[in-house]
């Protein structure tokens, strides 16, 4: 079995893939910025399913942090198969509303950081002729909905790309969408849920599984869910104009 870096690896949709990839008997390399959560997660994933799990503690929205990844993913004595870009966050607030400084923040972590560790992980995969990256993304990158949406969407299309120009390499790379998702996510950023219908809610542990499935199919895009994946298909149908204020007045309402 190969070894599986995990970035934002201590909760919800990246402690999901921690667990799985465990299961399947991956080694692990678990990125996160709190290191007690890290070692109490490595130590619970070891005793549960007896692997490896090694702790780097980063904060992707600084250099020092992206560096730090970047240098253990090109670490060919201990190679990495697998890479999930999972860390990420959401800004309560319309644009304007939110400090620039956290918007760059997010530009560095959704954006800066998904480049940099992609093309940290993939020559070596490809000179081994395997492996594959999970990408993490959003149905947000269907919906034009300020930075959130517009770094999502980057994702996916960047993602998209560098798999076709991989192609018969035998390196996957997949851009994974999830809807609304049981984590710290909106919680984390202020965001309340309470006007999201019970149907509209996905557990981590299906994210993750139909993620793989996908990821083995090879797949480039994955939509957990199929009230989702009508969505998305709705969303590529519909005008931009018309879909940025739909989109608009779902985020006024998800906010309050």
Excluded at 42 to 52: D, N, P, S, T, W
């Amino acid at each position: 079995m190969t070894t599986a870096l995990i970035t934002g690896a201590t909760a919800g949709i990246g402690a999901a893939f921690a667990r799985r990839l465990a299961d399947d008997g991956h080694d692990l390399v678990l990125v996160a910025r709190d290191t007690g959560r890290l070692k109490a997660t490595a130590a619970e994933l070891h005793e549960r399913y007896g692997v490896q799990a090694e702790v780097l503690t980063a904060d992707l929205a600084t250099e020092q942090g992206i560096a730090a990844v970047e240098e253990r993913l090109r670490d060919e004595a201990r190679p990495v198969g697998i890479l999930v870009n999972n860390a990420g966050f959401g800004n309560r607030g319309a644009y304007l509303t939110v400090p620039l400084e956290q918007e760059l923040d997010m530009l560095k972590v959704h954006v800066e950081a998904v480049l940099r560790l992609t093309g940290a992980a993939v020559p070596g995969m490809r000179e081994r002729g395997f492996g594959g990256v999970v990408n993490v993304a959003s149905v947000a990158a269907f919906l034009p909905r300020g930075t959130y949406g517009a770094t999502k969407a980057w994702v996916v299309n960047f993602t998209q790309g560098v798999a076709r120009d991989l192609g018969g390499t035998g390196v996957r790379l997949m851009a994974l969408c999830p809807g609304f998702t049981r984590t710290e996510f909106h919680e984390r950023a202020g965001m309340g849920t309470t006007n999201v219908p019970a149907w509209g809610w996905l557990s981590a542990e299906r994210v993750v599984d139909e993620a793989l499935r996908d990821l083995a199919r090879g797949r480039t895009l994955s939509v957990p869910g199929k009230r989702y994946k009508a969505v998305v298909a709705i969303a590529r149908l519909l005008p931009a104009g018309k879909l940025g204020g739909m989109s608009s007045k779902a985020a006024r309402t998800y906010r309050d």
